[in-house]
């Protein structure tokens, strides 16, 4: 009973690399989330996508790049990492009515740029 | 800024004590969840409210959305050391888009 699982778990990068995070879900939800948190700042919306073959911009979504793959799959792409996006990154996915049904979100990807 | 403002940001307690966390939004939310999460894993989905001046009740913990859908409480009565952790409330907004409070670190100390 996977849920969601992200991968990397742990990732140090140096200013200027690029990398994707990736996500997989196996709830056969259509929506899934990209968030970053930040201490005292709660999870910040950066991408979503509502269905296959379709993403929008949330709240901070300067300096990222999704791809929704499949309707399992929802990647994160930094094309030249900053330090400011030092973070832990969540995905998460939902299905069902959007307004009663709850966010499953993966246990997180712990970014460091340098 | 963010939609949602939480507060208090920090809150320790001693066990058996009372507590209410409040999440405050000038904007109208379609539903509002309320999520519990411990260090290093992700949030996960304590309640829902949907229908404004909706109270549920959750063993100990007692939810609140606002008349108007613009805020939310958490009540947790004769709190537990097992009930240390963040608590974040998040918004439905434009039906498509979950924003998330700064969040509650609860720490009760047995």
């Known amino acids: 009973n996977a849920g969601v699982t992200q991968t990397p778990k742990f990732q140090v990068l140096k200013t200027g690399q690029s990398m994707t995070l990736q996500c997989a879900q196996d709830?056969?939800?259509?929506?899934m989330y990209w968030y970053r948190q930040d201490p005292g700042m709660g999870l910040r919306l950066i991408y979503y996508s509502a269905s296959e073959g379709t993403t929008d911009k949330g709240e901070v979504p300067n300096g990222y790049n999704v791809s929704r793959l499949n309707k399992r799959e929802f990647s994160l792409r930094l094309e030249s990492a900053a330090p400011s996006q030092t973070s832990v990154y969540f995905c998460?996915?939902?299905?069902?009515?959007?307004?009663?049904?709850?966010?499953?979100f993966g246990n997180g990807t712990r970014l460091t740029v340098t | 800024t963010q939609l949602l403002e939480q507060s208090p940001q920090f809150l320790s307690i001693q066990e058996g004590e009372n507590l209410t966390v409040y999440c405050n939004s000038s904007?109208?939310?379609?539903?509002l969840q309320w999520y519990r999460q411990e260090p290093g894993e992700g949030p996960v989905l304590l309640v829902t409210v949907v229908t404004g001046g909706e109270v549920k009740k959750l063993k100990r913990l007692t939810f609140q959305f606002g008349d108007a859908r613009k805020d939310s409480s958490l009540h947790i009565t004769a709190a537990q050391p097992g009930d240390t952790g963040l608590y974040l409330c998040?918004?439905?907004?434009?039906?498509?888009?979950?924003?998330f409070g700064s969040g509650t670190k609860l720490n009760v100390k047995p």
């Open positions: 904007s109208v939310f379609s539903s």
């Open positions: 998460a996915s939902s299905g069902g009515r959007i307004d009663s049904s709850p966010l499953h």
């Open positions: 709830m056969n939800h259509n929506s």
């Open positions: 998040a918004g439905l907004y434009n039906f498509n888009k979950f924003y």
